[in-house]
């Protein structure tokens, strides 16, 4: 188990190198491995041979492009037959977000789940959206937590008064938040070069789309003031999160919007475990030390 | 007395650096990865040939050829990165805007015995009646391999001039995604059984109920494509016809 030596500045920076309570890294964990067992067992095991193998939409030859000389895309199904291959890593990946959910050897489950997440992505990247990205950045992530330990304890971390049971590196969570205000705010910035966004028009024809929509006769019922509000305060949102979500003040209300929107978009859009992995960054937020101070 | 506790051992000590320096790295990689999308770089053969299905923004951003040699190794450096470890930027999410129709895939084959049968997709409303309220989850991948599919042509109205200036070239985003299609097709005609021809058809539903179809791509699986040419075929509006695709790798 290795603590990190930051170089300067980074060696300065508090809210990089101050420890944590453990119990948030645990949250993202445990977090982390129901979003990705929702994800297999209720989109992808029932559909799993259109989805993962050459009987269906899938198969280690089926895209070849993608592993052209000058990407280093890769997968492990290339290397084993399609008859079997699937199947066998399936259950490897399903047995190791179990093991992750329970804590069990965490570094190695979670890093057996970020090869199996990738390998399948490569695999057939069509059925994939920016969930997919989510959820190996989280895996990637929870590794990196299964690399430290608990540092210490709070009472003798910190100088002020803070939670005083198992404190943990920091540094995993401070990498989420950062990937989490990419997120929102490049993507801001993409929705502003197009005028349907600008104009407040983009959330029209998306409550109107009678395939994107999962409850399309509800979303195009809406009044019509409702979706240039939609459409301008999701880029409001997305384009100051970065900001608001580091003021203390803000941030409950950002973060509070972010959990509305992606449950919301869950039962509304065909946004698919983008909705589930984008829920999982909010986690650390919680202070889960408190409540199991007040449980015990 | 209690003994102060041993110095840690060098190799200890440059494993400490190391995770730190990762730990640096990995705060500055998303940062990095996003910003470089909106640097203009010079596409390499692999960007090229296919064109690469990216949100990066091609060309040049300085005159200096140093500096853009610079910057394109670190980008490209940046790139491998997310694709190695699985964690790839690139939130263009919902843009452009939709068009004002929904467009829905088909699969229309010719079997053996010379009928034509129809394939519709789950999410077509004109097909199934659909629940008020899709479950979460349940179908999202499926949807996302037609969403694939059909936002390649989804601002191509079908209702305009074929030949009218400035309109998406059908044939070439069909070749530059064609192990796309020849999966799709090739899973359609297996399981409906055997067929001598397989058609992705797209049909426009406008927001008034009229309803348009436009052929897609085709696939004839008993027939060996043409010398340099792909399995799969796309429909050229302007020609109204199914024309062959050169592969990638022909000279």
Redesign the interface.
Known sequence: M??????WP?SRWKW?TEPVPAERLAAVRIATAVALL??LC???L??FN??FTA?????RD?????F???????SLLRWLPDAWGPHALMALWLVAAVAMLFGYRVFLSALVC?AC??SF?SINP?????GD?LR??L??TVM?IG?GAPVGRGDRAFSSPRPTGAIAEA??L??LF??MC??????A???L?????RDG??MF??N?????S?????TAALPGWSHPVATWLTLAWELSFPLLACLRRTRPFVLGLGVFFHVVT??TL????F??YSLVYYIPFVPWERWRKSVE | MPLPPPPPSPL??A???L??????W??VF??L??LL??VPLRP????LD?PLES?QRWGRFTANDTVQTAVEAVAFRVV?YG???????G??????????D?V?PFAELDTADGSTVRAYSR???LAFR?P???P?????????????LFMIAWHFDPTQPADRPGRPDLPARVRAN???FT??LT?QS?RHGDSTEVRLILRY?S?TGEVTELPFARLRPNQVPAMGMLAVEAFDPKLKRFVPLPR?DAP
């Open positions: 290795i603590s990190p030596r930051f170089p980074f990089l929702l994800d209720v989109g992808g029932p559909y259109l989805l009987d269906g939409l899938a198969g089926a895209y070849p492009l993608r052209r000389e000058g990407t280093l895309y890769w970020w997440a990738v992505q069509s059925v994939c959206n920016g990205q190996n950045a895996l990637f990196c690399l540094w995993p401070r990498v950062v990937q990419c997120m929102y705010f490049f993507s910035l993409y929705k070069r197009w005028a349907e966004w028009s983009a024809a998306v109107h789309n009678r395939t994107w999962m409850c399309p006769d509800l869950l039962f065909e946004v698919g475990s909705a589930t | 200890r000590t494993a400490e650096w995770v730190g320096l990762f730990a640096v990995q705060l998303p940062v990865a996003n999308e909106f390499t053969a692999g960007d296919p949100t491998w694709q190695l470890t699985g964690q790839e930027h939130w263009d999410m919902f843009t452009p805007g939709f068009p004002p929904t829905i999410f077509d409303p659909q008020w309220l899709r979460p989850l349940l179908h999202d991948r499926e949807f996302n391999y037609e969403a694939n064609a192990d796309l999966r799709w899973w297996r539903l927001p990638w």
